[in-house]
C-alpha cells in the first residue's frame, strides 16, 4: 500500500514542479523565486517521510499483531478442543483483543456442547 503511494505521490510532485514549469514558459525571474521555494519543499519531504513511513509501518505491526496472534492462538485451541474432545477447556484472550466477543460466543457454545455430552 505505501509502495504505490510513494510512487504516485512522487509522479505528482514531478509532474507539478517540473513538467509544468517547463511547459508553461516560466519567466526567469519567477523561476529564480520558485527555486528555494521546491527546495524547501524537497527538505520538508526529506525530513517527513521517513518518520511517517516508519510510524505507518510500526503501526501496521501492531495492529497485525492486535489481530493475527489471537486468530492464531484461537485456532490452534480449537483444534486441541477438537482433537481430544475436550469440551471443559475454555479459549482465553488477552484483555483488549478484538476477538474478545467471539471468544466469548465460543465458550459458551462449548459450554453448551460439555452440558449435552455429560
Known sequence: MVVPLVFVGGCLYYLIFSVMAEQLGIPEYIAYNLAPVIKKINMIMLAGIPPLLFLL??????????????????????????????????????????????????????????????
Not at 466477543?101 to 455429560?118: A, C, G, Y
Open 57 to 118: 509501518i510500526l503501526w501496521g505491526i501492531i495492529l497485525s499483531h492486535r489481530f493475527a496472534g489471537p486468530m492464531e492462538r484461537l485456532q490452534k485451541e480449537l483444534r486441541r478442543i477438537i482433537e481430544h474432545a475436550d469440551y471443559k477447556r475454555r479459549l482465553r484472550v488477552r484483555r483488549h483483543d478484538d476477538l474478545a466477543p467471539i471468544v466469548d460466543e465460543i465458550n459458551r457454545l462449548l459450554e453448551k456442547v460439555e452440558e449435552r455430552h455429560k
